[in-house]
């Protein structure tokens, strides 16, 4: 049991998380006096990074994330247009917020659609008005150039606190929908062999099919679910972006003699966005240590120990032609294959739960963590009423 709690952490999944440790969280403190909330600027970039590395994700399991050497880098796979907020208190940056654009489909046509995350905020001063402070500036930009109905946003399912507060409108805030459970399945990397493939079928490298074909097929088949990204042939070239750090030859295409049939991508987000382990109990530390045997005989990348990161790549682009089972199988196997000796530990492959793929997907041996998806909307628009029954994606690796 203790060596699945500590592989439930194995998600990169950036969250939008909301800390108030006092019993009683109604009873706020006043805004510190000299301190102020503005627009960040790239000044801030590294007090930015210092601020989020040390607020920890409270937990059996304390973890950080590492967003060196750019956190305005980092935020570029939540959209295409950000704003960032920060508290400043005397020199020293104390909180900041996020907010991004990006483009999705909903109910099968492209839209713009707001992200929320980032939210990091300081012990001393979470307990303040400062959470309201954020959300007033927020609002702010919404209305000055943000231009979207609605706003996603991510939180893990057993962040109880965080969850509380955005679904009863405290400190002021809208009130979140959940609009289902992301389930996130961390398989482990070892020697595994290629799947053998049927007649007509080829999996490829993306070069090999070229950045056009990828976004045309992207786009067809993800329209098919609520909330997939919309991908252009230059979003998936560019160095930066919504795409950072995915490569072309890391697309891996499925052909059916010479029609794309399926497409998944692994996607490396270390160089620019790494979790990092901040604490864990002492029997997991012993454990650490009793299965470091294990790890080398399965040729498998270490437990990592306080202060080190997971080395975890993403199952990205996940589109499949009337969603085969087989197809989606065979690329995640030889995704496997070539991760292997990657130095990662896991493959993080993220479904929502009533997603048709997750019948594949179970069946490898993986250890998994929920997070909610909440969807809200600052002009009073109900998307409950407005979506029609298609089945979620939403893109891990833009969280």
Sequence with gaps: MALKQFFLISCPVKTFILKMTDKNKNHLRKFPSGTVVREARPEDDAQICALIRRNSMSGRISLTTDCEPSFFSMIEVEGHAHRVAVAQSGRE????????????FFNGQPEAFGYLGSLRIDASFRNTTLLARFYNILKKWHKEDFGVRFYLSAIPQDNRIARDTVTTGRAGMPVFHNTGILYNAAIPLFKRPLPRLPDRIRIVRGSEVGAGPIADFLNRVGSEKQFFPVYTA??????????????????????????????????????????????????????????????????????????????????????????????????????????????????????????????????????????????????????????????????????
């Excluded at 104390?94 to 654009?101: E, K, N, P, Q, T």
């Excluded at 998936?236 to 010479?258: E, K, S, T």
């Excluded at 009533?354 to 998307?383: E, K, Q, W």
Aim: proline share 5%; net charge positive; glycine share 6%.
């Design 93 to 104: 940056i104390v909180g900041v917020a996020s907010m991004a654009r990006r483009r999705i």
């Design 234 to 399: 230059d979003d998936i070239l560019a160095a930066n972006g919504i795409l950072r750090g995915l490569h072309l030859d890391d697309f891996y295409v499925a052909l059916r003699d010479a029609k794309i049939t399926g497409i998944t991508a692994c996607w490396n987000q270390f160089p620019f966005r790494r979790i990092m382990i901040a604490d864990y109990p002492w029997y997991l530390q012993w454990l650490r240590r009793m299965s470091s045997p294990l790890a080398k005989l399965l040729h498998m990348a270490p437990i990592p120990g306080p202060g080190e990161p997971l080395y975890n790549a993403n199952a990205a682009c996940i589109a499949i032609e009337n969603n085969n089972q087989q197809i989606f199988d065979l690329l995640l196997k030889t995704i496997l294959h070539h991760e292997h000796h990657t130095g990662k530990a896991f493959l993080v492959v993220g479904l929502m739960t009533g997603d048709p793929l997750m019948r594949a997907l179970r069946n490898y041996l993986h250890l998994a963590t929920r997070t909610c998806v909440y969807v809200m909307s600052l002009d009073g628009f109900d998307i409950l009423s407005e979506r029609d029954g298609r089945i979620p994606y939403v893109e891990i690796g833009s969280l």
